[in-house]
């Protein structure tokens, strides 16, 4: 077991053959059951068998190509075993079989988890090469340019070349009214 002399119940003695170290604040591995000493309690310092008992395993349905998960099967033998009982499910079907590409013209990418960027502009799903609306040739962005560029069928260049011509040597700035009311009552200090 553990302890000391004076006190037999505090405390084990970590179980790894090359260790054998009496910790007072014994470590269990949730994996083999073993109990452990700080410097042994980390799956990999004691080279536990069973380290990956709570890990998530996916096995992809060579017919469907649906993902079917294998918490708790260990081994070749049970991977076939589920594959065969998603089969028989009905949950099966061989026309999902066909992956989604990118949807930008002549790019034939196809698109999965880790290769996939939604435009946050039209929602459309492409690859990562095309991400950016420049590069996609985003629908709301090339609908949305001209309305800003020409607001009621006047584009920019013509509102400046307007309000350039309006100002007839003016200051830039001011109107009419502010430099009559300046010159006649002088400089002014205002208070804020």
């Keep these: 077991m553990g302890g000391t002399e004076a006190f037999p119940d505090l405390?084990?003695?970590?179980?790894?053959?090359?260790?054998?170290?009496?910790d007072f604040l014994p470590f269990q591995c949730d994996g083999c059951r073993k109990v452990f000493c700080?410097?042994?309690r980390s799956y990999k310092s004691h080279e536990c068998p069973k380290s990956d008992h709570n890990s998530r395993k996916v096995v992809v349905c060579e017919i469907c190509s649906a993902s079917v998960e294998t918490t708790g099967c260990d081994g070749e033998q049970d991977h076939k075993l589920l594959l065969q009982k998603h089969a028989k499910s009905g949950n099966c079907d061989p026309k999902n079989k066909k992956k989604?590409?990118?949807?930008?013209?002549?790019?034939?990418?196809?698109?999965?988890f880790s290769n996939t960027s939604t435009c946050k502009t039209?929602?459309?799903k492409v690859c990562l090469k095309h991400r950016f609306p420049a590069?996609?040739?985003c629908r709301k962005q090339t609908a949305a340019q001209p309305s800003l560029l020409a607001g009621n069928g006047v584009s920019w260049n013509d509102r400046f070349?307007?309000?350039?011509?309006?100002?007839?040597?003016?200051?830039?700035g001011k109107s009419e009214r502010d430099s009559k009311s300046?010159?006649?009552s002088g400089p002014s200090v205002r208070a804020y």
């Design 100 to 112: 989604p590409t990118c949807p930008v013209r002549r790019c034939k990418e196809t698109l999965t």
């Design 182 to 184: 300046s010159a006649s």
């Design 161 to 172: 070349m307007a309000a350039f011509a309006s100002r007839k040597g003016k200051e830039c």
């Design 11 to 22: 405390g084990r003695h970590c179980q790894l053959s090359d260790c054998h170290q009496l």
């Design 135 to 137: 590069d996609h040739v």
């Design 38 to 40: 700080v410097e042994h």
């Design 122 to 124: 039209c929602q459309i």
